[in-house]
């Protein structure tokens, strides 16, 4: 089945830099678009960057300038590099992906899917 691992997390201090990775496996026939998101508690999910298979970014206003997102097509991952970092970027960072996977031997669906979530704490 499909499966999104994220790795990269952890404490950093403010104005360091985190690089966090999430690879994406299982009967994987393309992915469409992969992102990044990230909640804190009381607080609903929201966009940090996505980038779509023709290459196209997309950055939450927060990260603009700071966060870069990319993309290894041939290991199905996902990066997103995160430099000066805030003590507000604090939260567990989701990664996502849209993408299609094999049913059978001829057959195919479209599916969304989420990591587990890694937790990204910056200290003041």
């Known amino acids: 089945q499909v499966q999104l691992v994220e790795s990269g997390g952890g404490l950093v201090q403010a104005g360091g830099s985190l690089r966090l990775s999430c690879t994406a496996s299982?009967?994987?026939?393309?992915?469409?678009?992969m992102g990044w998101y990230r909640q804190t508690p009381g607080k609903q999910r929201e966009l940090v960057a996505t980038l779509t298979s023709g290459g196209s970014t997309n950055y939450a206003d927060s990260g603009k300038g700071r966060f870069t997102i990319s993309r290894d097509n041939a290991k199905n991952t996902v990066y997103l590099q995160m430099n000066s970092l805030k003590p507000e970027d604090t939260a567990v960072y989701y990664c996502?992906?849209?993408?299609?996977?094999?049913?059978?031997?001829?057959?195919?669906?479209?599916?969304?899917?989420w990591g587990q979530g890694t937790q990204v704490t910056v200290s003041s």
């Open positions: 996502n992906a849209a993408l299609t996977y094999y049913t059978g031997p001829f057959a195919y669906r479209q599916g969304d899917y």
């Open positions: 299982g009967g994987i026939r393309s992915i469409n678009a």
